[in-house]
């Protein structure tokens, strides 16, 4: 899982506090879990599977993915980029990532659900090409496509 600057790598245990020490903005905290909330989610997820993200050697951001419902589809459940390191390009080219290592595994769909609002997510993974599915969650979050 490797570009020239941009890398998906496995959390150790020397790792881990670096990690849950990125955070958004506090504007944006209502768009996405902290990461140590994640990681927690994901020991009582079977499916879920996460990596840091880094760009040039340093850690900026976190992803974590889960099945979903059948084997060529995923559910995209955390993105977060550092806010210090927001607007760079990262967070495009992570997701291109993953994309790429879901197509390995014979994935041909990734979907998430995000929360409307200002600042929020939204127009990133529509120019990204997610596509909203019109289903809307019962926790109030909007669920969008993308097929490859
Ligand atoms: C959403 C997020 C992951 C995007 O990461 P990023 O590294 O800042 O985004 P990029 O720099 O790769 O941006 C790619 C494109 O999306 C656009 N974009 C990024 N965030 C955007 C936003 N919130 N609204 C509109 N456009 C956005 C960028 O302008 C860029 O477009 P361009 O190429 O035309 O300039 C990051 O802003 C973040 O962590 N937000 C808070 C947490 C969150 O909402 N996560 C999603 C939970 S479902």
């Avoid at 890398?7 to 140590?36: D, G």
């Avoid at 993105?79 to 390995?104: C, F, N, S, T």
């Avoid at 609002?117 to 979050?141: C, I, K, S, V």
Wanted: charged share 20%.
């Amino acid at each position: 899982l490797d570009t020239p600057h941009v890398a998906l790598r496995a959390i150790s245990a020397e790792t881990v506090r670096e990690i849950c020490a990125l955070e958004t903005s506090h504007e944006q905290l209502r768009f996405v879990a902290t990461n140590s909330v994640s990681i927690a989610q994901a020991y009582f997820e079977p499916t879920a599977e996460f990596r840091a993200i880094y760009a040039h050697e340093a850690s900026v951001g976190f992803v974590m993915w889960r099945a979903d419902g059948d084997a060529s589809s995923r559910f995209l459940w955390r993105l977060m980029i550092d806010h210090r390191h927001q607007g760079k390009g990262y967070g495009r080219i992570a997701l291109r990532l993953l994309v790429e290592h879901l197509q390995g595994q014979g994935v041909r769909q990734l979907r998430l659900s995000f929360v409307a609002g200002e600042g929020g997510p939204e127009e990133f993974y529509r120019a990204f090409g997610f596509e909203p599915t019109g289903e809307l969650l019962h926790n109030g979050e909007h669920v969008m496509r993308l097929t490859f």
